[in-house]
């Protein structure tokens, strides 16, 4: 009788993926802290306005920009809004199709993430340095980091 491979995860691999979750909440943590710290912005805003800076126009329809940062569109809604209270990104209607609705970066927003910028990649490396010694963690981040 046949054997089914899919009924349940091998050990390695839950293992594998519990280190993976580990190291992931770890520089979320240290990257969340230092952004609010030293920018005034969560992880969410942070990446929202890399996308928005990033896309043609400064523009990003609001359910391509939650997909991006993984968001429902209510979260989404809710995050742009505080974007929009703090003078970095507004809304827009699309003007071809009324119910597009799109997010846009302002140059305040561009500012913002430009300063933020240099403090994400610092945190991240640092975060990473971190966990490459230990001895548990260190493999994973690794093999993350080779190419």
Avoid at 60 to 73: I, S
Avoid at 129 to 135: G, W
Wanted: charged share 25%; hydrophobic share 35%.
């Amino acid at each position: 009788m046949a054997t089914s491979t899919r009924a349940l995860p091998r050990t390695s691999d839950h293992a594998a993926w519990s280190r993976v979750l580990a190291l992931h909440a770890y520089v979320e943590r240290e990257l969340g802290a230092a952004l609010q710290r030293r920018h005034a912005i969560g992880l969410s805003e942070f990446r929202s306005l890399e996308h928005l800076h990033g896309s043609e126009n400064s523009e990003l329809r609001m359910q391509d920009l939650a997909e991006k940062v993984g968001l429902n569109q209510s979260s989404v809604t809710r995050l742009v809004g505080r974007l929009e209270t703090a003078g970095f990104a507004y809304k827009d209607l699309c003007p071809s199709d009324r119910r597009g609705v799109y997010a846009v970066i302002t140059d305040e927003g561009r500012r913002r993430y430009e300063a933020a910028r240099a403090t994400y990649a610092e945190v991240l490396s640092s975060a990473l340095n971190t966990l490459a010694a230990d001895p548990e963690l260190g493999p994973t981040v690794h093999s993350l980091r080779t190419p």
